[in-house]
């Protein structure tokens, strides 16, 4: 079945410094997998997805994730935070059969003055 | 404008009393979602529909009923029968297939008082 795993649920960094998410997927099949952000009582905005055309993928704001099949990795990077970008991030994929979606636990991130 | 409207907002329950949520969309998606979020958790899946007339259990389905008698409208009711309705609720949509990003609304806190 498929999953996507966060494998931090907090991260903090200073303004202007660089933002690693780390995501990892498992998909016995080339998987689709999307980066969401949520701000505080807000839905959720897609910044970007992965559609098997290219492996490193831009997204808005800034954000970019690189799929890595040998490593099942789909890491969000940045590589100056703002402190816009403090928010709750979440990994997900979407199921083959019905399309639902499977979201990750989600990672805060915190972005110091 | 395109998009998915949730309404209202914020919403206040008295024990015992059923609450309905709304969820209208105008993209023209066939497949539409409910999700549940409570803090420090990731979406639990509680309803979706892929088509008009149809829809199927998610995760956490019990205490909770939709419908879908119209392809833009998905709403949500909360029974007497959820214990713990109070939480934050989003809808979203999206076309079928595996490789389609959903798109979420803006959310309804509920709350029982």
């Known amino acids: 079945a498929q999953s996507v795993t966060q494998l931090d649920s907090h991260v903090s960094v200073s303004e202007g410094t660089p933002v690693l998410l780390r995501c990892n997927y498992s998909?016995?099949?080339?998987?689709?997998l999307f980066w969401y952000v949520q701000h505080p009582n807000k839905g959720l905005q897609l910044l970007l997805k992965?559609?098997?055309?290219?492996?490193l993928v831009k997204g808005i704001n800034g954000f970019e994730a690189e799929f890595k099949k040998s490593e099942t990795s789909f890491h969000l990077t940045k590589p100056s935070a703002h402190m816009s970008d403090a928010a709750e991030y979440f990994c997900v994929t979407s199921s083959s059969n019905t399309g639902k979606l499977i979201f990750g636990q989600g990672t805060t991130l915190q972005v110091k003055p | 404008d395109g998009g998915i409207t949730q309404s209202p907002k914020y919403l206040f329950r008295k024990e015992g009393q059923n609450v309905t949520l709304s969820c209208e969309q105008n993209l023209n998606h066939d497949a539409m979602y409910w999700y549940r979020q409570d803090p420090g958790q990731g979406l639990r899946l509680i309803y979706y529909s892929q088509i008009v007339n149809d829809f199927q259990k998610g995760d956490i389905a019990e205490g909770y009923s939709v419908s879908r008698e119209k392809k833009e409208s998905f709403p949500l009711t909360v029974t007497s029968a959820q214990k713990n309705p109070t939480a934050f609720y989003l809808c979203?949509?999206?076309?079928?297939?595996?490789?389609?990003?959903?798109?979420f609304g803006q959310g309804t806190r509920l709350t029982v008082v």
């Open positions: 992965y559609t098997s055309a290219a492996t």
């Open positions: 979203a949509s999206s076309t079928q297939g595996a490789w389609t990003e959903a798109f």
């Open positions: 998909s016995s099949y080339s998987p689709s």
